[in-house]
């Protein structure tokens, strides 16, 4: 039997639950030729979301391409890989090298090798100098190139493109060309929350409401729940209804440890002879995955400045509506308005939410982390 369970990077078929109506007000945003930003702290599954939305409209025959800003290291870089990524999806469609060679002045077309010897398309800048201009040239391709309302192109942690060094330009070429093309869909989406913001929500900034906007919150806890009990049932396994309870609250019912821990605890099971999930090997998961996490929440919480720092362990401790005299105290905070500053950006950040208006961290694991340490 196989691990029923993924954590790490993008999910789809089985291992992928919930969703259904953010997805389907998703798919009408971009089916209408409009624009979709969304936001969402880290691990809550908005790249699998998105590959699913891009699952759904192959399926009805759509071109897809997709560019992982995470994944550029220069605007070079981002021409070449933007180019080859439609290049890639569109061949079956359009015809020949040739043929896609014409259509750019600045860019060529290269066949080379990739770092496994297997022959690859590269697309280079003719001059360094033609940069920018390569980039208008790289965002008119979806249009010259790709099917007229049916074709979606997804930018994902898309705040990385202030790390190009372009300052605005980028976002002024892109938008300038992109904003002639109604009939290409444009998916923006990152787990920087505020920079992301102030991208599209900014007057004074080139993308300026521009896209639709999405937020990925958590999952319904009952289909969190569902989802656990299914899985190690799809593999001959029983998981208590209270222990999958269990498990979506350690998870703070956040995708990816709600399929860490159940990951972990699948292992203990398979590892003996018993076929039923007992408490305890829920709790052996939860330290498992907290002894991997441990030197990544210190350095999360390390890289805040003081003010925020005290905010966090209290929040840790003690979600909170208020932060009133008694809390302040308990808790050794300074005072309101240098609080109130912290979490403000405490909040931009997406480390602290309001969940029905109670201040909490989004990361449950920084939550036990700080709770118990010191
Ligand atoms: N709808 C879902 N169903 C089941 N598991 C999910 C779902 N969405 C996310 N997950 C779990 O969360 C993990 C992270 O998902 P994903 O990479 O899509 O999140 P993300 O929000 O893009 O994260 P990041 O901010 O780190 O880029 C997945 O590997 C999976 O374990
Ligand atoms: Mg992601």
Known sequence: MKNPFRYGSRVSGGAFFDRARI??????????????????????????????VMARLRAKGWVCAEVNMMDVASLEDFVSQYARVLYREVSPVVGTLRHIAGLFRRVTPKVGVDDEGRPELKFEIAS?????????????????????????????????VESLGLGAQFERTMRSVIQNQPDIAYVFLGSKTHMLERMFSSPSRPFYNSAQKFILSRPPEDESRRFVVERFKSVGMTMPDDLAARVVSLAGNVPYYVQAISSWAYNAVAGGRARVVRAADIEE????????????????????????????????????????????????????????????????????????????????LLAYHLSTRG
């Open 23 to 52: 997805m389907r007000d998703m798919l009408g945003v971009v089916d209408g030729g409009n624009n979709v930003v969304l936001y969402g702290p880290r691990r809550y599954g908005k790249s699998s979301l998105v590959g699913e």
């Open 128 to 160: 360094r100098k033609a940069g920018v201009a390569a980039l208008r040239d790289v965002f008119e391709l979806p249009a010259k190139i790709c099917p007229a309302g049916r074709t979606l192109v997804v930018l994902d942690e898309f705040q990385e």
């Open 285 to 364: 998961a939860f330290q498992s995955l907290y002894a991997t996490e441990t030197i990544l929440m210190e350095s999360v919480f390390m890289a805040h400045p003081e003010s925020q720092r005290l905010l966090m362990r209290a929040l840790a401790k003690e979600p909170t509506a208020r932060f009133d005299e008694d809390y302040r105290d308990r808790h050794a905070l300074p005072s309101t308005s240098t609080v109130n500053t912290a979490l403000r950006r405490l909040i931009r950040e997406s480390v602290v939410e309001a969940q029905d208006g109670v201040y909490t961290l989004s990361d449950p």
